[in-house]
T-cell receptor
Framework: AQKVTQAQTEISVVEKEDVTLDCVYE???????LFWYKQPPSGELVFLIR??????QNEISGRYSWNFQKSTSSFNFTITASQVVDSAVYFC?????????FGAGTRLTVKP | ETGVTQSPTHLIKTRGQQVTLRCSSQ?????VSWYQQALGQGPQFIFQ???????GRGNFPPRFSGLQFPNYSSELNVNALELDDSALYLC??????????????FGPGTRLLVL
């Protein structure tokens, strides 16, 4: 069965700190995709990244970076020099045939 | 802006009533998926439509039904509303899906409260 676990329910940091959000997944598929979405208080899910199971290269986009490790079934997300605007709930998700399986989310609060 | 819109933004219904939620996908997107997000939880997959046909369904009862139209709009219908149906309902559109090859872009959601 497919499953996504985000063990960190809430994280609170002070502005400019680095923060890593953990994501561990389970799947029997050999080809799959992993996603991160951000959900600000407005409620809309904002797409951040998609990574396929054959591409284990880390990715950096500005202050955001992602570390995909197939050996540990993890797809962690790091925000460098966090800002107040990064405050949101972050979801990791795993693709299925017709759907995405989401984790429970990590609520990140960045204090000024 | 994802180009995906939903209406209404908020809705209050009473138990036993029926509700229709609407979504307008990005132009050219053949696939629309609907998710239910209860408070404090991640979105749960309800079903997916591809070119007006249901293409997959999550663990939701038949009183949850949908339609997709040729003009890239779609509907989620829920009959015999229950208190537990109170949630944020999200639609997501993609060019296709192919097990995740395409990204799903989400609308702002409809917040449904059942009293």
């Amino acid at each position: 069965a497919q499953k996504v676990t985000q063990a960190q329910t809430e994280i609170s940091v002070v502005e400019k700190e680095d923060v890593t959000l953990d994501c561990v997944y389970e799947t029997r598929d050999t080809t799959y995709y992993l996603f991160w979405y951000k959900q600000p208080p407005s409620g809309e899910l904002v797409f951040l990244i998609r990574r396929n199971s054959f591409d284990e290269q880390n990715e950096i986009s500005g202050r955001y970076s992602w570390n995909f490790q197939k050996s540990t079934s993890s797809f962690n997300f790091t925000i460098t020099a966090s800002q107040v605007v990064d405050s949101a709930v972050y979801f990791c998700a795993l693709s299925g045939n017709n759907d995405m399986r989401f984790g429970a989310g990590t609520r990140l609060t960045v204090k000024p | 802006e994802t180009g995906v819109t939903q209406s209404p933004t908020h809705l209050i219904k009473t138990r036993g009533q029926q509700v229709t939620l609407r979504c307008s996908s990005q132009s050219g997107h053949n696939t629309v998926s609907w998710y239910q997000q209860a408070l404090g939880q991640g979105p749960q997959f309800i079903f997916q439509y591809y070119r007006e046909e249901e293409n997959g369904r999550g663990n939701f009862p038949p009183r949850f039904s949908g339609l997709q139209f040729p003009n890239y709009s779609s509907e989620l219908n829920v009959n015999a509303l229950e208190l537990d149906d109170s949630a944020l309902y999200l639609c997501a559109s993609s060019l296709d899906w192919n097990g995740g090859e395409e990204t799903q872009y989400f609308g702002p959601g409809t917040r449904l409260l059942v009293l």
